[in-house]
């Protein structure tokens, strides 16, 4: 996943090294099972779904304003589709069974054909019966390069996984539709994986400076992560930009879907291990290590803002506002919501496996949450009243978060929405389309967590 890999690949033995680079240029992106050692060694290996072989999924790389093609072959034994989180995408290739397509069948195909119009760090998943789908590795990286990219020594991409697996076997426990976590925080995992491995090590320069794509793949985790041995600032969050590198102090939260870019300097010296790690109640642990070799002899001081993408600009203050509860789960549990046209209580709504709504809707309703005219600035309040953290999701646009003091903060597709907290976002609705808006936690989605708006 390091960028300067590219020059190996012009040998014949790091394409045997690296099996999946060949598929890179190809425009096959094929859904199918593998074997990889996710769990430590002397565990057995874990049979996954890949595209193209490997968790993560085929590096799917491209120039800002490039065009991705790529023919999704389905040799799964479930239906699929890929969605690419985070690009302002063409509506029709967004991926959505139900909404933009139909599931691909076992043994069929569909073509994905779109431009990208914004650098940065994006991801493509499945967006069919995900929280199974995503859970067993149907997930990979979208970079989309600056053309003036930043002055770094490695460009890495760090995708970030939490796996249930079995401590024996080491196969992806099959309790998707496990009624506690889906009314509670989520699937949590027993073992967190960057790049599809358990503790991987990378060898740095003492002195050097490093982009890292950090990207949160899981379930349901939200990661609060710290930098050891390595000093740094987040300049771009979701892909986009920020106007203004800001310095990590301390841990930063990245909930499930959403993405920070990273550009740190090594500042252990040579002998040493930096990490990324993650810190959780009781302590931190490493995520990645940084093998720190020899000294280099360039230092780097300050840091720039990456170059922004063409985002609108815009005002909100004679925006219309739009309140989306987020409602149930446990300790709060749905008296009743609506499930199509039918009012079901909370009782009924469980023995369905639904346990959260969104404004009073247990899945997602026939009318849009917003109907917007084209070109139109919208807001939406989020007011979580469950007693669970919530990652709230756009497709097919980026909002701005709306920060207490009523300015327009940074560009993001994901918004984590504490218990107890509430949230405003504003968009202008200016891509066409019918587009989901949805809980991240992706069992959250599939029991309740789940709607949608047009713009036309
Ligand atoms: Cu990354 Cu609808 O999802
Ligand atoms: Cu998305
Ligand atoms: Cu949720």
């Not at 199974?132 to 995708?159: F, H, N, W």
């Not at 599809?196 to 050097?208: M, R």
């Not at 990245?254 to 009781?282: F, K, M, N, W």
Request: charged share 20%; hydrophobic share 40%; glycine share 10%.
């Amino acid at each position: 996943m390091i960028l300067s890999r590219r020059r190996f690949l012009q040998t014949s033995t790091a394409l045997a090294l690296l099996p999946r680079a060949a598929h890179a240029v190809s425009s096959d992106l094929i859904a199918q099972e593998a074997m990889q050692q996710i769990a430590p060694s002397g565990y057995p290996a874990t049979p996954v779904w890949t595209y193209g072989g490997s968790v993560p999924g085929v590096d799917i790389r491209v120039p800002q304003g490039g065009r991705v093609r790529r023919k999704l072959i389905n040799n799964l034994s479930q239906p699929t589709a890929v969605h690419w989180h985070g690009i302002r995408i063409d509506n029709a290739m967004d991926g959505v069974p139900g909404l933009t397509q139909d599931a691909v069948e076992t043994g069929q195909s569909f073509d994905y054909d779109f431009v990208a119009p914004d650098a940065g760090t994006y991801w493509y998943h499945s967006h069919n019966r995900s929280m199974e789908q995503v859970a067993r590795g149907l997930y990979g990286p979208l970079i989309v390069e600056d053309s003036s990219p930043p002055d770094v020594d490695k460009d890495m991409t760090l995708m970030l996984d939490d796996w249930r697996l079995d401590p024996e076997t080491a196969h992806v426990v099959d309790d998707f539709d496990n009624g506690h976590d889906l009314s509670h925080a989520g699937r949590l995992g027993n073992l967190v994986s960057v790049n599809g491995s358990f503790d991987p090590a990378y060898n740095v320069g003492s002195g050097e400076r490093l982009r890292l794509r950090l990207i949160n793949a899981s379930n349901a985790r939200i990661f609060d992560l710290a930098l050891d041995g390595l000093t740094g600032w987040i300049v771009a969050l979701d892909g986009m930009p920020l106007t203004t590198p800001l310095p990590v102090e301390g841990d930063f939260p990245l909930a499930p879907a959403q993405r920070a870019d990273l550009i740190v300097d090594v500042t252990a010296p040579s002998g040493d291990v930096a990490s990324l790690a993650s810190i959780e109640r009781d302590g931190g642990y490493g995520l990645v290590r940084f093998t720190v070799t020899e000294e280099s002899t360039q230092r780097r001081q300050g840091v720039e803002a990456l170059p922004a993408n063409n985002m609108p600009e815009f005002q909100y203050d004679e925006a219309p506002l739009h309140r989306m509860s987020l409602q149930g789960g446990a300790m709060r549990w749905l008296e009743g919501a609506k499930l199509g046209d039918q009012d079901l209580t909370g009782r009924e709504l469980a023995q369905l496996g639904r346990f959260w709504a969104l404004n009073g809707y247990a899945e997602r309703p026939k009318d849009p949450f917003l109907d917007a005219r084209q070109g139109q600035v919208h807001r939406i309040e989020f007011l979580n009243e469950t007693a669970f953290p919530h990652a709230m999701h756009l497709h097919g646009h980026h909002f701005r978060i709306i920060l207490p003091d009523g300015s327009l903060g940074p560009w993001r597709d994901t918004v984590l929405v504490d218990r107890g907290q509430t949230r405003q976002i504003a968009l202008v609705a200016d891509n066409p389309g019918d587009w989901l808006l949805h809980c991240h936690m992706l069992g959250h989605a599939a029991s309740g967590m789940m709607s949608w708006f047009r713009v036309s």
